[in-house]
């Protein structure tokens, strides 16, 4: 099975951008549907992005769409969020997901495999 590792996380002004890592092992991730997740402190896990399996499409949440992009590297087999435009309300501990079933969901009970998490902070 999948072992997911996010990196990347750290604090930021509003406005700045930051990188997410999603580094997997023990399986190949463009043979799975790759999501990332976020869990602000309080709140419920909520989708930001995926990368269904085909890699064509992607596919965000209004709140980020237009400011993160997800991104795959078969070679490095990593899975990437480019975070632009920071908003203190993007402050939350991001999530990497993963599973091998058709389609893709942005339910997070529908992934299988999750990573550890890292903290993004934005300051205002």
């Known amino acids: 099975q999948v072992q997911l590792v996010e990196s990347g996380g750290g604090l930021v002004q509003a406005g700045g951008s930051l990188r997410l890592s999603c580094a997997a092992s023990?399986?190949?991730?463009?043979?799975?549907?790759m999501g990332w997740f976020r869990q602000g402190l309080g709140k419920e896990r909520e989708f930001v992005a995926v990368?269904?399996?085909?890699?064509?499409?992607?596919y965000y949440a209004d709140s980020v769409k237009g400011r993160f992009t997800i991104s795959r590297d078969n070679a490095k087999n990593t899975v990437y969020l480019q975070m632009s435009s920071l908003k203190p309300e993007d402050t939350a501990v991001y999530y990497c997901?993963?599973?091998?079933?058709?389609?893709?969901?942005?339910?997070?009970?529908?992934?299988?495999?999750w990573g550890q998490g890292t903290q993004v902070t934005v300051s205002s």
């Open positions: 023990g399986g190949t991730v463009r043979r799975y549907v």
């Open positions: 997901a993963a599973d091998r079933a058709p389609g893709w969901s942005p339910h997070p009970q529908w992934y299988d495999y």
């Open positions: 990368m269904p399996r085909s890699g064509g499409s992607t």
